[in-house]
């Protein structure tokens, strides 16, 4: 399970829960306007801060900074 926040006006705003990338990358194809920007996402096992990996969502294409394109 993946923990998705948002970055709006420099503060996080909490998404919502995913089962996975997959899911997150589909749920931003839905709205492709509405949904651009820079997500945080927090695994279900994150144990540090070096676990949370920044998704770039610019309402084509979802790139992970650890993962490459979603």
Known sequence: M???SKM??????KIGNFK????????CD???EQNIGTYYVIPSRCT?????DRVVYDG??????RRGAI
């Open 20 to 27: 996975s990338y997959v899911d997150f990358a589909n749920w």
């Open 60 to 65: 084509a294409l979802c790139t992970a900074d």
């Open 48 to 52: 540090t801060l070096a676990s949370i």
């Open 2 to 4: 993946l923990k998705v």
């Open 8 to 13: 709006i006006n420099d503060k996080p705003v």
């Open 30 to 32: 839905n709205n492709p």
